[in-house]
């Protein structure tokens, strides 16, 4: 058997198995074995029914049957009874005083049972037990691989992400019919010797076993740490090796005169901050060099990413393209190719970019799904025009417009620069080489890459999905600055809220209503239900609580057209509140929108929370963030109060992976790592370990195809998921 083999070819799965199997990404007999428990269950404690005695606290786990609810007979208390049966006995279970249990629960579900043994012989009950509803019901023992070993003391089991058509227990079954089959026999770890001994990982044989049946919480730690080392190993050699190329190529070097620049820079209507001026040292420095730029600009919300986008852009549209050998220069200066995520923010952008430009003879362009345009137009040359695509590809293609902003639409074929020397990805996470190459084309040089982000992760977070780039921090608002009175808003407490908010309104200012975003069960009918409660609300907000204002709902369903409408209808204040989804269009800049209501604030990391205040920051106004939960759980509440005292989006981040765990962090779920590979991420050594690792092995083994094969390989099917966009 070999991890290529299709599971079918060994085991016999049935269609609705096979076809949900599909669907959580399973085909290959590797793909299960790597598919990991996401937590383990102790079930040391648990009893079988057929064994218990008067008088006993019982754990048992089973199948509910029979219930119905009736009064006692002498007291005439009413009772709610049934039946909890599993496997070994059936047993009748009683509660007092509480008959709607019985009409809470149906026949057949899976629970776990925690309660007193009462009754008399023969007619034993399980008295008021506590009762947790199950999925499935845990690892039958029996058929484990280690039963009849007689000293095993395993207790733990796997818990396995279940999928509608596969149970956790499904899962359990088939990874151990694949061990008894041989699937671990002819094995080999495509991990070096020398670094599992240098870290003490198991090799994968025995971490196979140890993740998906240990008989200790210790072994099942230890190959956790394993697969979780191997997976950021595996990322990291991606980046070392996308990193190598980048390093290797050509590209343009750009000197800049700071005198020059300071021209430019003295236009703005504001000083920059300290922050804003080392960054764009920084990228100078990065642009007179032979290597091309790869850098992370990290800042909140409001810190002025684009005036540093700006400024830098401003010093390659100024330079003017080296002279081929011997080749007389064709004209154009270099270009600057800026992509945002959607429409609305390209547009912004576009926008920003004809201040910062306006009274320079340099042309902006812009494109995007619903159309082109260029800054200046020719009839009015203070405003921009309306030009046909084919038009201004011409002239990004003859290098007549050096800035081309614009979102996606920016990476199609037909777009062509002449000299793209300068890449700004405005919120766009993994941009890989490849893209950055594509966007240059035939241009043998590869362009500078700036890209920027305000999702404030944790240091290990940014060493791993941008292993490949330099980090500049941009950790200082610009002055003046008034920062966000927060409040946690407890069950009862929306009054005073509303009170306040709708003080604001009639005072002038503008509401942000974010309502959480929503899990759809049915993956091919995206934003249906987050459609829905973003209606919900809007309405709600408009019978019960706003009456005479003007609300409106922008959610994912809309086109960006609609979308766009309503930004810009909110943007002239024609709107007074906007609910949204927590998705819906990061970084709008609409000054006048001081307030943001953050419902269901439990449910979102703090780093996250942090981010969607941050859109309030705009302003001179004081702004107000309320973040609305019901939660009464002392532990979420204290959570939520270090928003309150918290100085920035960074510590804020690293408080969600002390506290609350990796898998809850911003930014997880688009970096494509598994839930163990988020995990890993709370392991500052382990990345290192991963990180010093993986840079050796590219440093040493260029041709890592035929030193480790099996890596190349791994690596390799890692790269297409990663630049599958
Ligand atoms: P972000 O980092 O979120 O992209 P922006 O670049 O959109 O932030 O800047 C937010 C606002 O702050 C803009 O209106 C911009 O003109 C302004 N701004 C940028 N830098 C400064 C500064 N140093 N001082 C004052 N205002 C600034
Ligand atoms: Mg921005």
Request: proline fraction near 5%; charged fraction near 25%.
């Amino acid at each position: 058997m070999r991890f290529k083999d299709s599971l079918t070819t060994h085991l016999r799965i049935d269609a609705v198995h096979q076809k949900a199997l599909q669907r959580i990404g399973i085909e290959t007999v590797g793909d299960l074995l790597y598919y990991m428990p996401a937590r383990y269950e102790d079930i040391s404690d648990v009893q079988s029914v057929g064994v218990l005695e008067k008088g006993q606290e019982a754990v048992v786990y089973g199948q509910l049957s029979g219930l119905k609810s009736r009064k006692a007979w002498k007291s005439r208390k009413p009772i709610a009874e049934g039946y909890v049966e599993d496997g070994s006995a059936k047993m009748k279970i009683m509660w007092f005083n509480q008959p709607y249990l019985a009409k809470m629960y149906n026949d057949g579900t899976y629970v776990k049972l925690a309660g007193k043994v009462a009754g008399s012989e023969g007619k034993l009950y399980l008295s008021n037990p506590e009762i947790e509803l199950l999925d499935s019901l845990p690892i039958d023992r029996h058929d484990s691989i280690f039963a009849g070993t007689e000293q095993h003391d395993d207790t733990l089991y796997p818990v396995y992400r279940e999928t509608a058509g596969i149970t956790s227990r499904w899962l359990y079954h088939t990874v151990l019919k694949l061990f008894e089959k041989g699937a671990l026999e002819t094995l080999i770890d495509p991990i070096p010797p020398s670094i599992l001994t240098k870290y003490h990982l198991p090799e994968l044989k025995v971490a196979l076993v140890w993740v998906h049946s240990p008989k200790k919480a210790k072994d099942a730690e230890a190959a956790r740490k394993r697969f979780a080392f191997e997976e950021v190993f595996y990322i990291q050699i991606q980046k070392a090796q996308e990193r190598a190329t980048v390093s290797a190529a050509q590209t343009y070097t750009i000197k800049t005169e700071t005198r020059h620049l300071a021209a430019f820079t003295s236009r703005f209507p504001f000083a920059l901050t300290t922050a804003q001026d080392n960054a764009i040292n920084t990228i100078l420095t990065d642009f007179s060099g032979k290597r091309a730029m790869s850098r992370l600009l990290e800042g909140d919300v409001g810190s002025g990413k684009t005036a540093v986008a700006a400024t830098t852009a401003y010093a390659v549209v100024t330079s003017r393209p080296p002279e081929g050998a011997g080749k007389k220069i064709e004209y154009g200066n270099l270009q600057v190719a800026y992509m945002a995520p959607t429409e609305i923010l390209a547009k912004q952008h576009f926008e920003s970019f004809i201040e910062y430009f306006h009274h320079l003879p340099i042309s902006v362009g812009l494109i995007t799904g619903s159309g082109c345009m260029k800054f200046p137009s020719k009839i009015d040359p203070t405003k921009p025009t309306k030009i046909s695509k084919a038009q201004l590809m011409k002239w990004v293609k003859n290098g007549e417009v050096p800035i081309l902003i614009g979102t996606h639409a920016l990476i199609y074929k037909s777009v062509e620069f002449k000299h793209l020397a300068y890449v700004i990805i405005d919120e766009q996470h993994r941009f890989g080489t490849n893209q950055r190459k594509k966007l240059a084309k035939k241009d043998a040089r590869m362009p500078h890459l700036l890209s920027m982000t305000a999702t404030p992760i944790p240091r290990t977070l940014a060493f791993t999905i941008y292993g490949d780039l330099d980090i500049t921090l941009l950790d200082q608002m610009p002055a003046g600055r008034k920062p966000v009175k927060t409040t946690i808003v407890g069950p009862g407490q929306s009054k005073e809220m509303y009170e306040h908010v709708a003080s604001e309104l009639t005072a002038g200012r503008q509401a942000y209503v974010i309502c959480p975003r929503i899990e759809e069960p049915d993956p091919t009918k995206e934003n249906s239900l987050n459609m829905k409660s973003v209606i919900a609300e809007a309405k709600r907000l408009k019978s019960d609580v706003f009456p005479s204002w003007n609300i409106t709902a922008l959610h994912g369903k809309m086109t960006p057209a609609e979308k766009d409408k309503i930004m810009k209808q909110f943007s002239e204040h024609k709107i007074d509140i906007l609910v949204a989804t927590s998705v819906v269009e990061v970084g709008v800049n609409v000054p006048n929108a001081t307030n943001i209501i953050i419902e269901g604030a439990e449910r979102f990391g703090l780093a996250q929370l942090h981010q969607l205040r941050g859109r309030v920051i705009r302003g001179t106004y004081q702004p107000y963030c309320f973040a609305v939960t019901d939660s009464k759980s002392e532990k979420t509440r204290n959570r939520l109060k270090a928003l309150v005292t918290a100085k920035s989006g960074f510590e804020l981040a690293e408080h969600d992976l002390q506290f609350r765990g990796s898998g809850q962090l911003y930014g997880g779920k688009q970096s494509g790592l598994s839930d163990l590979g988020m995990e890993a991420i709370r392991n500052l050594k382990l990345v290192e370990a991963a990180r010093t690792e993986a840079k050796y092995l590219v440093d040493f083994h260029p041709d890592l195809i035929k030193s480790f094969p099996l890596i190349a390989e791994k690596v390799a099917r890692l790269g297409e998921v990663l630049h599958m966009e």
